[in-house]
């Protein structure tokens, strides 16, 4: 089978929604399936007409402005593309086209049938890149919707939108468990940096510094694609875009990881230090919910209060029997996501969509 994942833009940054996509296109292509990834050249809006074609010709030219290679191996044979504009795909024969952000699924829609099935990947709610009309909109088009969470689908059903349901895997074989859960230092708890005030940093600092008030010793660790603006206290450590192998030792030193967003498709890094042995504390929001339980694999407080943060570290940390038991239920609970599991979902919704085998 032939089929083309339609990216919103430059793949250079880590991002949870490419990485998803870049894991399909390898485990496709595993097995025995040719498989593109088109990347959308981002114009800069003030920069003019000029500035934006010496740009693209840049990126042209110097493919590692956009590809994915310094966070994410795509296996050699993926081919990784670059557009201006969707209707340059028009003239792809494939057997399967699917758009993967709002911003893509209006112009994969309007591509004429001879591209393939078309498909809409959605991994979240996009209401930080466009306004909510504009995203209902785009799940109204005749596109088959892909839900990777039970809320999200909920949304669609509430709209009148079919939709299947097509849950996220894990890299296992990049993250595991290499330091004994129960040799961890308690005070070293972990969590994403990140610029987007939603994701939930600046109430992670803000219940940190209530945790170092009762723990001067507890040390905050983040890491993130972005270098960040401010200062931190000197209770924080910062990572800037750690290597997998760097990230995984990272999470095997923590105790706890704390997830605070105020809304997330899913949570692929609380489920990363899962795998990893860490008691997680998420905020109680709809990605999250497919795989935290509260007091059985995680710790949950509420959405957008810090208090409620400060208390899951806390208590985490001054019961290590309930520390040690949701590590090890949580990391249980996180094995059943598979990269091979979820690949083998989609081809059998792919299969079913077009009544043959692929």
């Known amino acids: 089978m032939r089929l083309l994942f339609v990216l919103p833009g430059s793949g250079a940054k880590p991002v949870g929604g490419f990485k998803v996509v870049y894991e399909y ?9 040719q498989v593109e990834v088109a990347h959308r050249f981002d114009p800069n809006p003030g920069a003019g007409m000029a500035r934006n ?11 590692e402005n956009w590809r994915p290679d310094s966070w994410f191996a795509a296996h050699g044979e993926v081919r990784l593309s670059l557009y201006r504009d969707t209707a340059e795909l028009g003239a792809r024969n494939n057997d399967v086209v699917i ?7 209006a112009p994969v829609a309007a591509l004429p049938d001879s591209v393939g099935r078309k498909y809409y990947l959605i991994q979240h709610f996009e209401t930080w890149s466009g306004a909510r009309e504009q995203i209902l ?56 940096y990140h610029s987007l005030e939603w994701k939930g940093t600046a109430e992670v600092l803000e219940a940190m510094a209530i945790v170092v008030r009762q723990y001067p010793q507890a040390r905050l660790v983040l890491f993130g694609a972005t270098q960040p603006a401010q200062a931190f206290p000197e209770w924080v450590e910062f990572h800037y875009r750690p290597s997998p192998e760097r990230l995984r030792a990272l999470y095997n030193s923590m105790s706890i ?27 109680d929001n709809g990605g999250h919910r497919e795989f935290a339980r509260d007091g059985d694999t995680a710790l949950v407080f509420p959405v957008r209060e810090p208090a409620g943060i400060a208390a899951a570290v806390l208590g985490l ?7 040690l038991a949701l590590a090890r239920q949580g990391h249980e609970a ?24 692929f």
């Open 334 to 357: 996180t094995q059943d996501f598979t990269w091979q599991r979820s690949t083998a979902i989609l081809l059998d919704l792919l299969k079913e969509r077009a009544g043959t085998d």
């Open 137 to 192: 909109d785009s799940w109204r088009l005749p596109l088959h919707k892909l839900m990777i969470a039970r809320w999200l689908q909920d949304i669609a059903t509430g709209i009148g939108q079919p939709s299947s349901y097509l849950p996220n895997g894990l890299d296992q074989s990049q993250f595991f468990i290499e330091n004994d859960v129960e040799q961890r230092d308690a005070l070293r708890i972990g969590s994403l």
């Open 25 to 33: 296109a390898n485990h496709l292509h595993a097995l025995g399936h």
């Open 53 to 63: 074609v010496l740009r693209y010709w840049k990126w042209r030219l110097r493919p």
């Open 99 to 105: 758009a993967t952000a709002w911003e893509t699924a």
């Open 257 to 283: 990881f704390v997830s605070a967003s105020w809304e997330e498709g899913w949570g692929l890094t609380p489920c990363e230090a899962m795998l990893c042995g860490c008691a997680i504390a998420v905020s």
């Open 317 to 323: 940390i001054a019961d290590p029997a309930l520390r």
